[in-house]
């Protein structure tokens, strides 16, 4: 038996696949995880690349914004792997979760490099800051395309 067969006949797994409202409400639950923590993170990129809240000094963005990432964060991943494990020898192998899961592990680890950065208090130049904030961007909203991608086409 592999590990995504074992997980897959877990008791927790089987109660999540055998019920639909649980499967509802983990999948509503997830959904909120991500909206609060590709919320925060891209209000903090859109404030590097100068489109909002310029007159906001970046820490005062910077912190609640990790905050709020990390919560959002830890209600995916929770979420998540519940949901996954009730499905996960076909989720597995799915080229679109795949592709989701290596662009979260990308989007975790930049924006948690820039918020170790920023807490630092480590500046960021004028010129690094709109580059800086436009790859968050472009890695937030890949990911997003790609979680809806995935619903949508699974």
Do not use: D
């Not at 662009?103 to 130049?125: G, K, M």
């Not at 004028?126 to 979680?147: D, K, N, Q």
């Amino acid at each position: 038996m592999t590990a995504l067969a074992w997980l897959e006949s877990t008791s927790v797994a089987t109660a999540v696949g055998g019920s639909l409202t649980l499967t509802a409400s983990l999948s509503a639950a997830h959904l909120l995880g991500f909206t609060l923590l590709s919320g925060a993170a891209l209000v903090l990129h859109l404030r590097l690349v100068g489109a909002m809240l310029q007159r906001t000094a970046l820490l005062e963005v910077s912190r609640p914004a990790g905050v709020l990432v990390a919560i959002g964060l830890t209600v995916s991943i929770v979420t998540g792997f519940l949901l996954f494990a009730a499905r996960a020898t076909s989720v597995g192998a799915n080229g679109i979760f795949q592709t989701k899961m290596s662009l979260l592990v990308i989007a975790v680890v930049w924006q948690a490099s820039l918020q170790y950065r920023l807490a630092r208090a480590t500046p960021l130049s004028p010129r690094s800051a709109p580059a800086i904030g436009a790859i968050g961007l472009l890695v937030w909203l890949s990911l997003a395309v790609t979680a809806c991608a995935f619903i949508l086409l699974e």
